[in-house]
């Protein structure tokens, strides 16, 4: 079984900075596709960004430009670099080890608590 870890949320003042990072204890990110969701209260699940195996990005539309999502395999860890946070962009956010692609149930984080606020 792999566990993940999300650490590094907090609270921020809007337009400030936060790093998210995810730890798996066992190495799957040069296999499957990583990603970070949230979901804020009152609010459905979304995708903020994912990575593949072979490190292309993709991001929600919300947070292009502003958040960058980087992985290092060695270390088996993914990062959310998030910049010119928002109030909007307060949610739990959730660390994914995504393994639809393969019919395999995917792994998940317990989350981290982002609040964007003065």
């Known amino acids: 079984q792999v566990q993940l870890v999300e650490s590094g949320g907090g609270l921020v003042q809007p337009g400030g900075s936060l790093r998210l990072s995810c730890a798996a204890s066992?190495?799957?990110?040069?296999?499957?596709?990583m990603g970070w969701y949230r979901q804020a209260p009152g609010k459905q699940r979304e995708l903020v960004a994912a990575?593949?195996?072979?490190?292309?990005?993709n991001y929600a539309d919300s947070v292009k430009g502003r958040f960058t999502i980087s992985r290092d395999t060695a270390k088996n860890t993914v990062s959310l670099q998030m910049n010119s946070l928002k109030p909007e962009d307060t949610a739990v956010y959730y660390c994914?080890?995504?393994?639809?692609?393969?019919?395999?149930?995917?792994?998940w984080g317990q989350g981290t608590q982002v609040t964007v606020s003065s």
């Open positions: 994914c080890i995504d393994r639809s692609p393969y019919k395999l149930a995917s792994y």
């Open positions: 990575i593949t195996s072979a490190g292309s990005t």
């Open positions: 066992k190495g799957m990110f040069d296999i499957y596709p």
